[in-house]
Structure formats: C-alpha cells, structure tokens
C-alpha cells in the first residue's frame, strides 16, 4: 500500500500496490503494521456499505459528536463517486477546508478520513456503492451533519439537482454545527 497524504491534516489517499499475472491482480488493502507504521488509527470495529440507485445522489456531510468520533476507511465497490472530507477540527490548520477525490470500482483507492472530519459523497454513476471501516462503532445519539451546500466551505459539487434525503437537506451550516477542539 501506499500512504499519500492528503491536503487536509491527517487525511491519506492510499493505493493498491498490485501484484499483477495472466489471471488479475492481488494487493493487500489494509495492514495494521503499516497503518501503525503511518501514525494512523487502525481498530476498526465495524463495517459498513452504502448502495445508491442513482446517479446524482448525494449523502452527507455526516459525522459523530464527540466521544463518538469516528475515524473512516472508504473505498467504492461498484460504481463511481465523488468523495468529499470537511476538516471539523478547529485547532486543526485545515480547519473548514475540504478535499474530493473520485472513487471508483476500477481505481480500488481508499481514503482515510481522520475522527473530526465530515465525510459525503456524490455518486457518478448509477450503482454506485461505498465500504466503509469505521471506528468506534456508529452510535445514532452522537450522528451529526453540516450543510452540503454551506457557501463557507463551499464545495464543488460535480453534478447539478443532487438527490438528498430530508436530513441531509435540514444540516445545519458549518458556523453553527457542532465542531471538534
């Protein structure tokens, strides 16, 4: 594997390295050692997918209230999207800022997304499907949201009319949502 550190702090990219013959590919997605070896959180407790029927969907921006934190491995299964972070951590030099990357079936890319960070994603493509590693394990009391369409964050949408649900719809903006120390 390897480790790309993303413009937000804390945050990887990290990719496949394949071992490739006539018959495809192998490549080891997740090592503790090495994620240890990276300073990075590696007890995940729980594992998660999320199926999209069609393209333009959009979910998030979703995070969960400290203690409940949520550090995030995700990486698509089927489809394609446009995987969105949101640094939360206000005494983080990224602060507010955020970062995309496109997932894909094909590309087998992984994003580490660090606890105090929002996560959401635009699909692609119809099908669209995401895993996720997650640590510690979802807890409904502590699920929490800012606003897809907040214009301080100001996010780059690539596809016009997203198709939401009423919660993501209601998220509070980044100024008045619950942030990390």
């Given at each position: 594997m390897r480790f790309v550190a993303l413009p937000i702090s804390g945050a990887f990219r990290i990719e496949l390295e394949r071992r490739e013959d006539h018959r495809g590919f192998f490549a080891r997605t997740f090592c503790a050692g090495e994620f240890g070896a990276q300073g990075l959180n590696a007890t995940f407790v729980q594992q998660s997918v999320s199926f999209n029927a069609r393209k333009g969907t959009l979910r998030g921006l979703h995070y969960q209230a400290d203690p409940h934190a949520e550090t995030k491995l995700v990486r698509c299964t089927a489809g394609a999207v446009f995987d969105v972070?949101?640094?939360?951590?206000?005494?983080?030099?990224?602060?507010?800022?955020?970062?995309?990357?496109?997932?894909?079936?094909?590309?087998?890319?992984?994003?580490?997304?660090?606890?105090?960070?929002?996560?959401?994603?635009q699909t692609l493509q119809d099908g669209s499907e995401l895993l996720y590693d997650i640590t510690p394990a979802y807890v409904a009391e502590a699920a929490r949201g800012v606003a897809y369409d907040d214009a301080v964050i100001a996010i780059d949408w690539p596809l016009p009319h997203p198709i939401l649900s009423e919660a993501d719809r209601a998220r509070p903006l980044l100024a008045a949502a619950e942030t990390f120390a």
């Open positions: 972070l949101v640094d939360l951590r206000r005494s983080s030099p990224t602060f507010g800022r955020w970062h995309a990357e496109t997932l894909t079936a094909d590309n087998h890319t992984t994003l580490y997304i660090p606890a105090g960070c929002a996560h959401g994603f």
